[in-house]
């Protein structure tokens, strides 16, 4: 799963010129099938951080973790700036909340785009107005 995440920050803002991260396995061993009594070794992360810096300065704080009660596909992203912020969130895929810091004082505040309206640019491979992820199913 963190795998994704890295992938994503390197898509968006490039790659990697440092890094520091740690994991953990909180649960040494599991059930080896649901409902099952017999348990094995756990030979994957519940948890990992990183800290990172890319070529270009930018900072990362990346993050995943199995034990994040509520959260079933959450993957998110944060991107702050001078100017501006971004926060996009797997299990709300069709919106991206974008702040610009250059609005007037009165009507600053986070704006939700749905992501899903004809004057997108990538409209075309999308399905018709107001529809989100799984009118397809």
């Known amino acids: ?7 994503l920050a390197r898509y968006l803002v490039g790659e990697f010129r440092e890094v520091c991260g740690t994991m953990e396995t909180f649960v040494k061993r599991r059930p080896l099938l649901r409902g099952a009594r017999k348990k094995g070794k756990v030979t994957v992360d519940d948890a990992v951080t990183m800290i990172g810096r890319f070529q270009n300065g930018a900072l990362a704080s990346l993050e995943a973790t199995r ?7 959450s993957i998110t992203l944060e991107i702050n700036g001078s100017a501006g912020s971004l926060f996009f969130d797997l299990e709300e895929m069709n919106r991206l909340k974008f702040y610009d810091g250059r609005d007037p004082k009165d009507r600053q505040g986070f704006r939700d785009i749905l992501v899903t309206e004809p004057a997108h640019p990538y409209i ?3 399905w018709p107005p107001g529809h989100i992820i799984g009118y397809e199913h």
Not at 1 to 7: A, C, E, K, L, Q
Not at 67 to 73: L, S, T
């Open 1 to 7: 799963m963190f795998s994704h995440i890295v992938d």
């Open 67 to 73: 034990f994040a009660p509520g959260c079933k596909n």
């Open 124 to 126: 075309d491979k999308w």
